[in-house]
C-alpha cells in the first residue's frame, strides 16, 4: 500500500472514467442507429454497465481525496480509437462500430489490470473489465448470428 503513488492512481482512475463516458456516449449512438428491440434493451444495459463503472470509479477518486472527471474528453474519443457510430449506419454498421469500441475497453481495462492500484480499486476495475469481456462476447455473437435478421423489428 505504502508504495502506491495516490496522485498517480487517481490520474489513472480518471483515464478510465473518461473512457468509459465515451463508451457512454457510443452507445447512445449505436442504439439511435438500431431497430431492433431486443437489441436495443441489451446495449441500453451495457451503456448502464458503463454508467455503473463511472459512478464506482469515482467514488474510489472522491475517497483518495481527488476530483473525479464530470464530462468525456471531446478530443479523446477520437484519440483513443473509439469509432463513431454516424447517421449514416444501419444495425450491422452500428454493431461493427461497437465491436470495435469493446475492444478498445477491453484492452484498456485489461491493461490497466497490469498496474498497481489499492484493493478497493482493483475489486471495482477487475469488475469492469469483467463486464466488458460480456459486452463484447455479446456483440461478437449477435454479429456472427446476424440477429437483426431476425424477430420483429420497431418503426422509427
Ligand atoms: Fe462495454
Request: aromatic share 8%; hydrophobic share 40%; no cysteine.
Amino acid at each position: 500500500m505504502a508504495a502506491i503513488d495516490f496522485n498517480r492512481m487517481i490520474e489513472r482512475l480518471n483515464d478510465l472514467i473518461a473512457l468509459d463516458y465515451d463508451a457512454v456516449g457510443a452507445y447512445e449512438a449505436a442504439i439511435n442507429r438500431i431497430d431492433v428491440e431486443s437489441l436495443r434493451m441489451s446495449l441500453r444495459g451495457f451503456q448502464q454497465d458503463h454508467e455503473r463503472h463511472i459512478r464506482d470509479l469515482s467514488g474510489v477518486v472522491t475517497r483518495l481525496g481527488g476530483t473525479p472527471r464530470t464530462k468525456p474528453d471531446a478530443k479523446g474519443f477520437i484519440l483513443k480509437g473509439f469509432t463513431a457510430v454516424t447517421a449514416m449506419m444501419g444495425n450491422e454498421a452500428a454493431l461493427q462500430a461497437m465491436r470495435g469500441n469493446e475492444t478498445l475497453t477491453n484492452r484498456t481495462y485489461r491493461m490497466a489490470l497490469d498496474e498497481d492500484w489499492s484493493d478497493e480499486a482493483r475489486v471495482i476495475i477487475q469488475r469492469n473489465f469483467e463486464d466488458e469481456q460480456r459486452h463484447l462476447a455479446f456483440i461478437e455473437t449477435a454479429l456472427r448470428n446476424r440477429i437483426w435478421e431476425q424477430g420483429p423489428t420497431v418503426q422509427q
